[in-house]
């Protein structure tokens, strides 16, 4: 009997990526994807799959939300997180297997390899449990999150205060990150940065750039309904039209 696998992602080329991988394996069926929480625990109290990839923040919820709200029993869970270290402890803490995006074949093979085996064992009286404890702690430290960025340096590693950026802008496959006194490249996307920072004080005005609104000076009408955005540096950015609308609303403008 094949291992029936969901595949809950909101980026479409992570769920096209799992699912062309697990083609080759001929030992699981994916019975279906989804793109939201509310998608995946319907689908999951529906379709009761025997094993998940689950990707840990949603647009409209996060992982451990979905966890929670389903009334089935837990499936078999591989966790996939583009940047979020404390949830990366409590992974191998309670012993979770997790895929860290961008992550390689290889890798995601071994994950797939040791759930099957899990599976195949009927290996999962502890999962409930362990699902838990781990929720527990996720939701004890939410309280506490992380307020630090850390920026690999070739043999080092250091660590920007979040409210310390004024703002980040895309360049090729790195994004910039603007603190008053330095400028830091990070190997990373505007939009797994997102997810980390807190929306009350950071804002995506454009493709290419986020910024802090505790650093902006003023606004600026620049002709034919533009607007852009002049931060306390003087440096200028504009609004595109697709992020304006969200944007004014954000600022009660």
Known sequence: ????????????????????????????????TCKTGKEAILMIDTLKPNLIFLDIK???????????????????????????????????????DYLLKPFNEERFYLSVNKAIEALNKKDTSQLQKKVNN????????????????PIPLRNRTIFIPLNDIMYITASNYYA?????????????SLQNLLKILNPEYFIRIHRSTIINVDFMKELINSGYGA?????????????????????LIKMGV
Do not use: C
């Open 1 to 32: 009997m094949k291992i029936s696998a969901l595949i809950i992602d909101d980026e479409p080329l992570a769920r096209n990526l799992i699912n062309n991988l697990l083609r080759t394996e001929s030992a699981i069926d994916v019975v279906g």
């Open 58 to 96: 949603l647009k409209d919820m996060n992982g451990f939300d979905i966890l929670e709200r389903i009334s089935v029993k837990t499936p078999m869970i591989i966790f996939v997180t583009a940047f979020d270290s404390y949830a990366l402890k409590a992974f191998n803490f309670f012993a979770f």
């Open 134 to 149: 781990l929720m527990h702690y996720i939701r004890v430290a939410d309280k506490n999150p992380t307020k630090k960025l």
């Open 176 to 188: 910039e990150i603007y603190t008053e006194n330095k400028k830091y490249l990070l190997r990373e």
């Open 227 to 247: 607007i852009d955005v002049k931060m306390k540096d003087s440096n200028q950015f504009k609004i595109s039209k697709s992020y304006k609308k969200d944007f």
